[in-house]
């Protein structure tokens, strides 16, 4: 398995603010993807991210909204940017890990965005 | 495209009872399933997974989930419940040389005393 850190883990943000998330990941990864979970929601992939290089997004997600970062192998980042309440959600960064090549995820703890 | 039904918002059982959360699935080609947990206010947690092989997989906490072909179904499956099983239960799909994951939009199990 993988330990996933995200943080921060909660905020509470004011409309029109940006926010970034960041993830490490303790293992030597394969692929790293970001999803979104709405209240009450399953979850909907935003995003790849892709190192060294600009992330793949999911339809409906755009980088001027999701600016996503890979600077190295293990580490990633997710802006929300200029938030609204409809941004309210738990955002989970995940991997995939080098030893495991059968796909499953890891998840982080998540990060749950308020936004007032 | 990869797609992931489960037909069950809700699943309530008694403790000590079997427990059953149902899974269809849709793919172009052989099918990779998972399974996770989410309890509160916490990450997903893997629970199992099919790749190939023996239909029946057995995974964390004493789940266990049977592949089944012919029906397109992964059903997870427990012989006891426990209370603290109560959490949001999510099916994934995706087939070999496809990266993503798909979700299912996740059965909420509460295990009574």
């Known amino acids: 398995s993988a330990v996933i850190s995200q943080k921060p883990s909660r905020d509470i943000c004011q409309r029109g603010t940006s926010l970034t998330i960041q993830c490490q990941v303790d293992?030597?990864?394969?692929?790293m993807f970001w999803y979104r979970q709405q209240p009450g929601q399953s979850l909907t992939l935003i995003a790849t991210a892709n190192q060294g290089s600009e992330a793949t997004y999911e339809s409906g997600f755009v980088i001027d909204k999701f600016p996503i970062s890979r600077p190295n192998l293990t580490f990633s980042t997710l802006t929300v940017s200029n938030m609204s309440p409809e941004d309210s959600s738990i955002y989970l960064c995940?991997?995939?890990?080098?030893?495991?090549?059968?796909?499953?995820?890891?998840f982080g703890e998540g990060s749950r965005l308020t936004v007032l | 495209a990869q797609s992931v039904a489960q037909p069950e918002d809700q699943v309530n059982v008694a403790e000590g009872n079997p427990l059953t959360v149902k899974c269809t699935y849709s793919v172009s080609g052989n099918p990779y399933l998972f399974w996770y947990v989410q309890y509160p206010n916490r990450g997903l947690q893997f629970l199992l997974k099919?790749?190939?092989?023996?239909?029946l997989v057995k995974g964390s906490y004493g789940f266990e989930a049977e592949f089944n072909k012919s029906q397109t179904s992964f059903h997870l499956k427990k012989p006891s419940a426990l209370v603290s099983d109560s959490a949001l239960y999510f099916c994934?799909?995706?087939?070999?040389?496809?990266?993503?994951?798909?979700f299912g939009t996740g059965t909420r199990l509460l295990v009574s005393p």
């Open positions: 293992s030597q990864v394969t692929m």
């Open positions: 099919y790749i190939t092989g023996d239909n």
């Open positions: 995940s991997a995939t890990i080098r030893h495991t090549n059968t796909g499953e995820l890891f």
């Open positions: 994934a799909v995706r087939t070999e040389g496809f990266q993503k994951l798909v």
